[in-house]
């Protein structure tokens, strides 16, 4: 069953833009990869009242999918940018229809 994934990011305080810029170029290198192993998509909003706070909304075939994805040695390699702007732990959220 298809799944929706919240993820709530803070980057470190005034690099939400290049927090932006990065996230973007992730997506746009490892999109057809992404595509391959399961992600239907994904699009980022940023939070209204903090400057510091970026959402994605993420939807995937299933949660398993996701899970091989981001228990994957490449993705945390590829994610080590992401990270290094981020002001703490990111939180993410997998739901589906009830």
Not at 23 to 44: I, M, R, V
Not at 57 to 76: G, L, Y
């Amino acid at each position: 069953m298809a799944v929706r994934v919240i993820v709530q990011l803070r980057a470190a305080p005034g690099r939400r833009d290049e927090l932006k810029s990065v996230l973007h170029t992730l997506l746009a290198d490892l999109g057809p990869a992404l595509k391959e192993s399961g992600s239907l998509g994904s699009t980022f909003y940023e939070v209204v009242d903090d400057p510091d706070a970026l959402v994605e909304i993420a939807d995937w075939e299933t949660a398993d999918a996701r899970n091989a994805v981001m228990s994957d040695p490449a993705t945390a390699e590829a994610m080590a940018p992401v990270l290094a702007l981020l002001a703490g732990p990111f939180d993410a959220t997998v739901v589906q229809l009830a």
